[in-house]
């Protein structure tokens, strides 16, 4: 069940804060809604507001898509931003919901940090931070480089995504033979679709495994690209991908492989022929006496 947290839209102007509403309605288990929004600043010919605007449009989508509710833009015909859209949305309309992967957020004076399960990760390795309109400028977050967030506002707020690398051995057959019994250890660390707000969503990652590659299985579109970016050794690394005619595509980072699924093989029980063997065995003494009843008419 699902509750709306937020006063009705262009009610006020800083309808948008859900932070305490939000916390009350998920303490009791109810999915916390903000209510409708634009996407765009300007759109006139509505009678009630006929002179308002939406002044943070990109902070109305955020705030809407981490309240973890369903996302419901409000825009009149043809005044919808599509880019912004589909920040929260895959290409059939799923919102990305939140996940595991860290996201710190400013805009003001307030901050907010979600789904900070870092602490459960085994990794030797410190976590990596980067805003999300820049993964250039990502940062080691630790103890000794705390994060500096500055010059935040309602427009140009700050998001921050945060992830932990993993150590792995990216080593391919060919590099193997080159190089003997030489061994790299990569430092790895999934970074996602980076034009989501929610770059690692369960809705589009639907299973991650880590051996000697990374695995990933994608859920999209039929005939979506989707991009999904990483970081190896400090260095930026993106494969895009187009989802097959089943949904689904395995995207692989050591060759930037992109495979369709495996069909899955059904195997007879092996138990079955021996079931049919016993139902028979079961069944043929019964005809074999009718049948020599039959013969003493």
Same mark, same amino acid.
């Given at each position: ?9 262009? /009610? ?43 002044? %943070?449009? /990109? ?28 920040? %929260? ?118 299973k991650l495994t880590y051996s000697d590659d990374v695995a990933m299985k994608v859920a999209g579109e039929a005939g979506e690209n989707v991009t999904m970016s990483y970081m190896v050794n400090d260095q930026i690394v993106n494969i895009t991908c187009t989802v097959d005619m089943m949904d689904t595509i395995i995207i692989g980072l050591k060759d930037k492989s992109c495979s369709p699924e495996p069909t899955p093989i059904i195997t007879p029980s092996p138990n079955a ?25």
């Open positions: 069940m699902q509750i709306r947290v937020s006063p009705d839209y262009h /009610s006020q102007a800083d309808q948008w804060k859900i932070g305490v509403t939000s916390i009350l309605a998920d303490a009791v288990g109810l999915v916390p809604y903000k209510d409708t929004f634009w996407t765009t600043t300007n759109q006139p010919g509505n009678p009630k507001y006929p002179t308002i605007t939406e002044p %943070y449009p /990109s902070l109305e989508a955020l705030v809407a898509t981490l309240s973890t509710g369903p996302v419901g833009p409000g825009d009149k015909v043809n005044s919808t931003d599509v880019e912004m859209l589909m920040r %929260y949305f895959q290409s059939q309309f799923r919102w990305q919901s939140l996940t595991q992967m860290g996201l710190l957020v400013k805009f003001g004076q307030h901050t907010v940090l979600y789904k900070m399960l870092l602490s459960s990760s085994k990794s030797t390795h410190d976590p990596i931070v980067f805003p999300y309109n820049d993964v250039s400028k990502w940062q080691v977050f630790n103890d000794s480089n705390p994060l500096q967030i500055n010059n935040c506002n309602n427009q140009n707020f700050c998001l921050y995504h945060i992830t932990v690398p993993q150590t792995l051995l990216l080593i391919s057959f060919i590099t193997f033979v080159f190089l003997g019994h030489f061994r790299k250890e990569d430092k790895v660390a999934v970074l996602g679709e980076l034009n989501k707000w929610v770059p690692v969503s369960p809705w589009r990652i639907k022929g021996s079931a049919i063997r016993s139902k028979f065995i079961t069944i043929f003494p019964i005809i074999f006496c009718v049948l020599n009843v039959l013969r003493t008419f």
